[in-house]
């Protein structure tokens, strides 16, 4: 039954390809932080596939129920109860995590909701854990697609401070906070995933 659960089409449309990623970097056992974690889809693939992580959805305080019905029908013993996390407070007190996953996320964010993400992330990263992020990027000012420059525009209509990021910012800021650029995977849809790691 998934009938009445918040429900997104394209967390089901790229599930199975950012797992497959996933897969590979988060390797060993250990816990996941998962920012942004919305509906729950991906939240229940990945603890359902991966099964030697613990996954630990977080949310904004206004939307990390949001994922507690499907977590609930999906009874998987390696998720644990969502977090309230606003990126943007400065001291995320968490349990302590061993890597960290992001979907769909920094286009909705501020820029200093980003830089803070970024911020956050690598503070509670130990040397060589990883940060996986998915979504669109622009390269060097420029889209990488038609459907994504409508997309940005779509965006900055209902929230000006939302907006597809560039690949340049981000490289600043994450070298910045001692994490380093991995992989660039490109993925369907016009849409990549990035992987840093604490140094
Ligand atoms: C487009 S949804 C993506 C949800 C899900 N990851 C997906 O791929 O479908 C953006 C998510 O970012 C979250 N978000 C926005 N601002 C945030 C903040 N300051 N701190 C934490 N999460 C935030 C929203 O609550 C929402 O769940």
Not at 75 to 91: C, F, G, Q, T
Request: aromatic share 8%; proline share 6%.
């Amino acid at each position: 039954m998934t009938e009445g659960k918040p429900f997104s089409q394209a967390c089901e449309n790229n599930k199975q390809v950012i797992l497959e990623k996933l897969a590979a970097v988060f390797s060993s056992p250990g816990t996941i932080l998962e920012i942004g974690t919305g509906t729950g889809q991906h939240a229940v693939h990945f603890a359902g596939n991966l099964r030697h992580v613990t996954w630990q959805p977080s949310d904004h305080p206004s939307n990390y129920q949001l994922c507690e019905p499907r977590l609930a029908e999906a009874r998987l013993p390696n998720i644990s109860k969502p977090l309230a996390l606003d990126v943007s407070i400065s001291d995320w007190q968490l349990p302590p995590v061993n890597g960290a996953f992001s979907a769909n996320t920094a286009h909705i964010m501020s820029w200093q909701e980003v830089k803070a993400m970024f911020r956050g992330v690598a503070a509670n990263l130990q040397q060589g854990e990883a940060f996986c992020l998915y979504g669109p990027f622009n390269y060097g000012g420029t889209f990488t697609s038609a459907s994504n420059q409508q997309f940005d525009a779509s965006l900055r209509r209902q929230k000006p401070t939302m907006g597809i990021r560039d690949m340049d910012d981000l490289e600043q800021i994450s070298s910045e906070n001692g994490l380093i650029l991995e992989s660039d995977f490109e993925m369907p849809a016009n849409n990549r995933l990035l992987v840093w790691r604490k140094h």
